[in-house]
């Protein structure tokens, strides 16, 4: 990918893009893939950059959904069982098997949830990752030593994939681009274009590396910008109603002590109604989530303080040694565009299933859904698009595309050396990210390219001046750009400190 590149396609295009697609996350770019593919023209453009927002927070999980099993939407769980399995096999660098642990400390607790992960198996059919079964206590303490002993019965185990989301969203814009998609982040959207009929027929955004305004012409406008579509709907029809019910999640870091194995820990019920994960990532223990509705989606949301001690005492029931707030490495906190329906009173009870909205003037949003159908839902965005835009009928076959991976031996060559003593990340990672990545600012590097501000907020304000001397060089840029950029990384790394609440 080329940013430099991408702007001179949009510049000197004359005829109309097949499809344009605004935001830059996992349902965006998933969009661009599959309508790429297929051999349409699209163009992708995102405000930020490519997952600033809810595609680089999750929880890790490529998943099925244990608890909307709990729900009884069947239907959706089957889905995600298949498209967790169609995206190990399309991703495996990325996505990998991941044994569950759910501990028992009741007498009911084994036949329970034994019985509930044996149907889980069984939806998941030819796409399942492996058996659940029984463990007797000595098999559960065998995998998770620092669970808490005390009343320990036993437990179950089952499976499910684990990913790195930010990773596998820019190794999809890099699929995307070598399927000839023009992809361009800091290209912020602020006007729609209209026909005499009005009809959408193109959009305006401006590209702010460059300060130059720009348009562009498109048969179909799809509006992928996740917790920010009614932003753009308000654009389109100025009295649209409400489609998001916002709601955010928390997750904390700790180090690995934690979780030493290779197993996590699922918590089938937390005060607020939801599970909670203990998950090995990056070296380190992840723990979360909860679901807190919000008035309103925020480019960088901050955790609530009940939702850290909703964690970390839930995180205490089951561990021996209980994490403290001194133990946090880091937290962070994203937002899910959960779909309005009815007069649901708590957000945990929303569906996570995908919506497509077609407005009078043709635009078409997508809303809902999470990582794991990000493939589904992008088919689904782009047979609507076809028949949207009158485009030549073409079969998806992203069922089958492998995923471009990185080249560790082509980003080696760029550079060796270590940036820190504490995350094993290197002046190669930080060239390859400016040159083949897209990456301009030293946060899109120690956030999304790397995960250092993720696991580790300390270290990652440790590494970022070397960061900034290091992109300077690739992206031309003077002393007083990396002062900038320092100041700026600085104040975003305040969300993922602890101490700052």
């Not at 499976?159 to 000839?180: C, K, M, P, S, W």
């Not at 489609?243 to 700790?254: C, K, R, T, Y």
């Not at 290779?262 to 989530?289: C, E, K, N, Q, Y």
């Not at 925020?298 to 939702?307: N, R």
């Amino acid at each position: 990918m080329n940013r430099a590149a991408s702007v001179r396609r949009i510049v000197e295009r004359r005829e109309a893009w097949d499809i344009a697609v605004v935001g830059g996350g996992a349902t965006g770019v998933g969009i661009a893939v599959d309508a790429a593919s297929r051999g349409y023209d699209v163009v992708l453009l995102e405000r930020n950059d490519f997952g600033k927002g809810t595609s680089s927070r999750s929880t890790k999980l490529v998943h099925g959904g244990v608890r909307y099993l709990q729900q009884g939407n069947v239907s959706l769980v089957m889905e995600a069982l298949k498209e967790r399995g169609l995206l190990l096999r399309n991703a495996p660098h990325l996505v990998r098997d991941l044994e569950f642990v759910v501990p028992n400390y009741a007498w009911w607790e084994a036949p329970f949830y034994g019985i509930g992960l044996k149907i889980y198996d069984l939806l998941a059919g030819k796409y399942g990752f492996g058996r659940s079964e029984l463990l007797s206590r000595e098999e559960v303490l065998a995998r998770i030593p620092t669970l808490d002993r005390d009343g320990l019965r036993g437990g179950v185990k089952y499976h499910d994939g684990q990913f790195d989301d930010a990773r596998l969203l820019i190794d999809l814009a890099r699929t995307a681009a070598a399927h000839e998609a023009c992809l361009l982040n800091y290209a912020p959207v602020d006007g729609l274009l209209k026909d005499g009929d009005g009809f959408v027929s193109g959009l305006r955004f401006r590209d702010e590396e460059s300060g130059l305004r720009l348009a562009l012409r498109a048969r179909c406008v799809v509006n992928a910008t996740g917790p920010f579509c009614d932003e753009l709907r308000r654009v389109d029809e100025p009295d649209a109603a409400p489609m998001i019910a916002p709601s955010q999640g928390v997750h904390l870091v700790l180090p690995r002590e934690f979780l030493p194995g290779d197993s996590a820990i699922m918590v089938p019920h937390t005060r607020d109604g939801r599970v909670m994960f203990a998950i090995p990532w990056h070296g380190h223990a992840l723990i979360g989530t909860t679901d807190t509705p919000i008035e309103a989606a925020v480019l960088e949301p901050s955790p609530q303080e009940h939702e850290v001690e909703l964690i970390l005492d839930t995180a205490s029931d089951y561990l021996a040694k209980r994490p403290a707030r001194a133990d946090v490495l880091s937290v962070f906190t994203g937002i899910r565009p959960l779909v309005r329906t009815g007069e649901a009173s708590k957000t945990a009870a929303l569906s996570r299933d995908h919506t497509i909205h077609i407005s009078s003037s043709g635009m078409l949003t997508i809303v809902g859904g999470k990582w794991t159908t990000y493939r589904h839902m992008a088919e689904d965005a782009v047979d609507h698009a076809i028949v949207l835009a009158h485009l030549e009928e073409r079969p998806c076959v992203t069922r089958e595309l492998r995923i471009h991976p990185g080249d560790a031996g082509a980003i080696a060559q760029l550079g060796r050396d270590s940036l820190g003593d504490v995350l094993p990340i290197t002046s190669g990672q930080v060239r390859w990210s400016a040159r083949h990545e897209m990456a301009r600012t030293v946060e899109d590097v120690l956030a999304r390219r790397t995960r250092a501000l993720f696991l580790n907020v300390r270290a990652a304000l440790a590494m970022a001046p070397e960061v900034a001397r290091l992109l300077a060089q690739e992206l031309e840029r003077d002393e007083a750009w990396q002062r900038t950029q320092l100041r700026a990384f600085r104040d975003t790394a305040r969300f993922f400190q602890l101490e700052e609440l």
